[in-house]
């Protein structure tokens, strides 16, 4: 139960303080939402039971409630309880949706959707960056290119470094849409890369054709732009596939690789 120590002490000219959301209370409705212990259309327990499984006030589980409703999880409706959501209705570009779908992943196809939304949009944008990039842009996309390129032994900092770098193509194409969509996509493109990034037994290739990309952008060339966009996604596909396994199944935790040695 919260605690109430010290609340005697408080001001009485101090303002109510809201309570807190307990993230591992969210976290565990939500996980279980996520392996369909409460499945699509099914009612959650009333909230009298929700407290008694966690041991938490009714303000907490309401507030936990209300997170989960704000990314499409569960719907509260009058007089009848709080139902789960068809997956259709999540948002599954949140991180903490994705963080919850976590071994559940495979089930929901979210990295197959980004990756064939990236091939939609970024072989695009990259064409347009090769016209439209201004010089910083290309200074910017060169820097997250070297920051890949150092971090190679380091998954984590690989994609970050791997973010930026995409964040600012998008960026570099001048359209309003794309630059929109890179916002939205933000969450799903970076679990998408670190999957990607995590799986491949070596980054050099990948490192390779980002720094072709930056060089096609420097010399304006919006077809060589469009080819590196596409060979990107193909290593991106081909480690995916590699991570999921000959079965379809996820391989890995996303773990980093034991061996930290690329291939030679």
């Known amino acids: 139960m ?41 009612l959650l327990p009333r909230e009298n039971d929700l407290c008694a499984m966690y041991g938490v006030s009714r303000t907490v589980i309401r507030e936990s409630l209300k997170v989960l409703e704000s990314k499409g999880l569960v719907r509260g409706k009058p007089r009848i309880g709080t139902s789960v959501c068809e997956k259709d209705d999540w948002n599954i570009l949140d991180q903490n949706v994705l ?38 842009e290309i200074a910017d996309l060169d820097n997250a290119w070297r920051q890949m390129r150092d971090s190679s032994h380091d998954p984590e900092s690989f994609t970050e470094a791997d973010v930026t770098f995409h964040k600012v193509l998008l ?75 000959p079965e379809g199944g996820r391989k890995t935790n996303f773990e980093p690789p034991t061996s930290a040695a690329p291939r030679r």
């Open 99 to 136: 963080e919850w779908m976590g071994p559940y992943i495979a089930a929901f196809d979210i990295l197959g959707s980004i990756l064939e939304a990236r091939r939609t949009i970024e072989p695009a944008a990259a064409e347009y960056a090769a016209e439209r990039a201004t010089a910083q």
């Open 171 to 245: 960026s570099a194409s001048h359209n309003q849409v794309f630059r929109r969509l890179s916002s939205a996509m933000h969450a799903g493109l970076r679990y998408a890369l670190h999957a990607s990034n995590v799986a491949a037994y070596s980054r050099d290739e990948a490192i390779v054709v980002h720094g072709q990309l930056v060089e096609a952008l420097r010399l304006r060339d919006r077809a060589a732009a469009r080819d590196c966009a596409n060979r990107m996604l193909d290593l991106a596909a081909r480690d995916l596939a590699a991570e999921r396994g």
């Open 2 to 42: 919260d605690s109430i120590e010290g609340q005697g002490r408080a001001s009485a000219a101090e303002p109510a303080r809201r309570p807190r959301v307990r993230k591992s209370v969210t976290a565990s409705i939500a996980e279980d939402i996520c392996s369909e212990r409460y499945p699509s259309g099914s």
